[in-house]
T-cell receptor
Framework: QKEVEQNSGPLSVPEGAIASLNCTYS??????FFWYRQYSGKSPELIMF????GDKEDGRFTAQLNKASQYVSLLIRDSQPSDSATYLC?????????FGTGTRLKVLA | EAGVTQFPSHSVIEKGQTVTLRCDPI?????LYWYRRVMGKEIKFLLH????????ESGMPNNRFLAERTGGTYSTLKVQPAELEDSGVYFC????????????FGDGTRLSIL
């Protein structure tokens, strides 16, 4: 069964620190990888997507992909209390996303 | 630009009743997806429309679920008759392109079956 695994957390980091969120996937056919942020009762909000091995940076966020290790990560620099949310990792071979259960991040002021 | 909107935000019905969920995708998005999250589990794919055509309904749990997208705009997902295990949050997403392109999600409909 194709899966995406995430540590459920909570991951607690102090304000201003780097938060590191990790995800592994089992389907070697996966081509696209996504990070969504979800506040309670709200929609999953797209933060980053990455298709190629290596790093992709957008503001305070960096997505990292290692297809050989089947590993995706999201780094959040200068973490803010407003970053406290659940972060969902998803992989896709085509249009069908496979989600992890999410990691709850708590940024402590 | 309006995002993906879903209605209702919450629905509480009794077992055996019928419920219809609605999703309005982002304007111009031909691809529309339904997902579901049951308590404590991950979000799981239900089906995919391209315009009014169902491309993949492999994730639909059983024939009590019926999705439509007449005219290729909004979509409905009907559950008839509802069972206890249908409780969860139903998300709709849309994308301009298919394949592995980013999908934009609505806030979801929280469905509770009593």
């Amino acid at each position: 069964q194709k899966e995406v695994e995430q540590n459920s957390g909570p991951l607690s980091v102090p304000e201003g620190a780097i938060a590191s969120l990790n995800c592994t996937y089992s389907d070697r056919g996966s081509q696209s990888f996504f990070w969504y942020r979800q506040y309670s009762g709200k929609s999953p909000e797209l933060i980053m997507f990455i298709y190629s091995n290596g790093d992709k940076e957008d503001g305070r966020f960096t997505a990292q992909l290692n297809k050989a290790s089947q590993y995706v990560s999201l780094l959040i620099r200068d973490s803010q209390p407003s970053d406290s949310a659940t972060y969902l990792c998803a992989s896709a071979a085509t249009y069908k996303y496979i989600f992890g259960t999410g990691t709850r991040l708590k940024v402590l002021a | 630009e309006a995002g993906v909107t879903q209605f209702p935000s919450h629905s509480v019905i009794e077992k055996g009743q019928t419920v219809t969920l609605r999703c309005d995708p982002i304007s111009g998005h031909d691809n529309l997806y339904w997902y579901r999250r049951v308590m404590g589990k991950e979000i799981k794919f239900l089906l995919h429309f391209v315009k009014e055509s169902k491309q993949d309904e492999s994730g639909m749990p059983n024939n009590r679920f019926l999705a439509e997208r007449t005219g290729g705009t909004y979509s409905t997902l009907k559950v008839q008759p509802a069972e206890l295990e249908d409780s969860g949050v139903y998300f709709c997403a849309s994308s301009q392109e298919g394949g592995g392109q980013p999908q934009h999600f609505g806030d979801g409909t929280r469905l509770s079956i009593l």
